[in-house]
């Protein structure tokens, strides 16, 4: 038995317009694609909430160690415990820092002791924001404790060294030097 060609043709053409004709018949639900606006308040209630975990967390180990700190718009905290005599810091200048930073749980991450001296020029980035925000506040000779909101720190990468992500930095600083 031979099959010709055509026939073959019009029946493989005949089923795929059946087939075609079955699905377009079918209710199909239409996808919600979120849109812009969608996202973007969606991605605002999931950041709240974690700014909101995130400070609890902060005031909770403010109030365990008795402190009295300040806190900025940017949502930094310091407290100036020691008053030096010193200049004050300024944009421009470098800064030399003796510090130790840790995270909220106790971890030791790093010191001046193990590393030296911290040194940057204020305001040219190279540190953490928070860091740079805080010296602003000192004196050479003060010594200071700061609270790093992560977003003020290393944010949602971390340092990928000792400092993870999304951590809060509490730094120990002593402002050494400015030139």
């Known amino acids: 038995m031979k099959i010709d060609i055509t026939i073959l043709a019009y029946m493989f053409l005949g089923l795929l317009l059946s087939s075609l004709f079955i699905s377009c018949g079918e209710d199909h639900k239409p996808r919600h694609n979120p849109n812009s606006k969608e996202l973007k308040e969606t991605l605002m209630k999931v950041n ?9 967390a902060i005031e909770q180990y403010i109030k365990r160690y008795g402190w009295e700190m300040e806190k900025t718009g940017t949502g930094l905290r310091y407290m100036i415990y020691k008053h030096g005599k010193g200049e004050k810091a300024a944009f421009g200048k ?10 909220l749980d106790g971890t030791k991450c790093y010191s001046s ?11 040219k980035g190279g540190v953490e924001s928070g860091l740079e925000e805080g010296v602003l506040f000192l004196h050479v000779g003060d010594r200071a404790k700061f609270i790093l909101p992560s977003h003020l720190a290393f ?24 030139k």
């Open 113 to 123: 002791s193990e590393n030296g001296p911290k040194v940057f020029r204020i305001g």
């Open 48 to 56: 709240k909430n974690l700014v909101g975990s995130e400070n609890q």
């Open 94 to 103: 470098i800064a030399k820092l003796n510090y130790k930073v840790g995270l």
């Open 155 to 178: 944010g949602l990468v971390g340092d990928s060294k000792k400092i993870p992500a999304k951590a809060v930095l509490v730094y120990d600083i002593e402002l050494i030097e400015l």
